[in-house]
Antibody, heavy 122, light 107 residues
Framework: EVQLVQSGAEVKKPGESLRISCKGS????????ISWVRQMPGKGLEWMGR????????NYSPSFQGHVTISADKSISTAYLQWSSLKASDTAMYYC???????????????WGQGTLVTVSS | EIVLTQSPGTLSLSPGERATLSCRAS???????LAWYQQKPGQAPRLLIY???SRATGIPDRFSGSGSGTDFTLTISRLEPEDFAVYYC????????FGQGTKVEIK
């Protein structure tokens, strides 16, 4: 069974750093791209960026470029999303999602993590 | 950036009725790179349709997608109780952008 299991909820202060994780299982982790998607409270979905876990090649939505970093450790089948300096506006639910076709960067997502709620407040 | 506008914002219907959801793009979506997702409260989104009209694995045939260019439609032929949720369209031809969602609620 394909599963993406994300790390737990986080409460941080503005200016702090954070890394959240997404562990894949039940499939070949290096064969499928992973994306991260943001959902702000009561709002819609926003694609942030994607990574090819086989070589850690990434690209980002222009809206998120320079604000977050996506990485992966294929030895432990885990993708990461990190911030170096959080802002209150980063408060949101963050989902990782697996791309539908192996080896294909096309942004169709067939499996999703359960989400990680990040709250940034002083 | 392609902007997707979904209508209506909320659709109030009864179980058994037909639901028709619209998604309009600000410019043509290449190769019908249009998907639909369902999201229930407290849950992650679920892929329903990709390529404008192809059902994802395990999706019941009461869900169907159609359209091309700038106008796309998701139809639920007969609403089941579990279909009341928020639906998002997404274009994936140029990066990936989502519509703002349509809530299908019980009338």
């Amino acid at each position: 069974e394909v599963q993406l299991v994300q790390s737990g909820a986080e409460v941080k202060k503005p200016g702090e750093s954070l890394r959240i994780s997404c562990k894949g299982s039940g499939y070949s982790f290096t064969s499928y791209w992973i994306s991260w998607v943001r959902q702000m409270p009561g709002k819609g979905l926003e694609w942030m960026g994607r990574i090819d876990p086989s070589d850690s090649y990434t690209n980002y939505s222009p809206s998120f470029q320079g604000h977050v970093t996506i990485s992966a450790d294929k030895s432990i089948s885990t993708a990461y999303l990190q911030w170096s300096s959080l802002k209150a506006s980063d408060t949101a639910m963050y989902y990782c999602a697996r791309h539908r076709m192996g080896g294909d960067p096309t942004l169709i997502f067939d499996y999703w993590g359960q989400g990680t709620l990040v709250t940034v407040s002083s | 950036e392609i902007v997707l506008t979904q209508s209506p914002g909320t659709l109030s219907l009864s179980p058994g009725e037909r639901a028709t959801l619209s998604c309009r793009a600000s410019q043509s979506v290449s190769s019908s790179y249009l998907a639909w997702y369902q999201q229930k409260p407290g849950q992650a989104p679920r892929l329903l349709i990709y390529g404008a009209s192809s059902r994802a694995t395990g999706i019941p045939d009461r869900f169907s997608g159609s359209g091309s260019g700038t106008d796309f439609t998701l139809t639920i032929s007969r609403l089941e109780p579990e279909d009341f949720a928020v639906y998002y369209c997404q274009q994936y031809g140029s990066f990936g952008t989502f519509g703002q969602g349509t809530k299908v609620e019980i009338k």
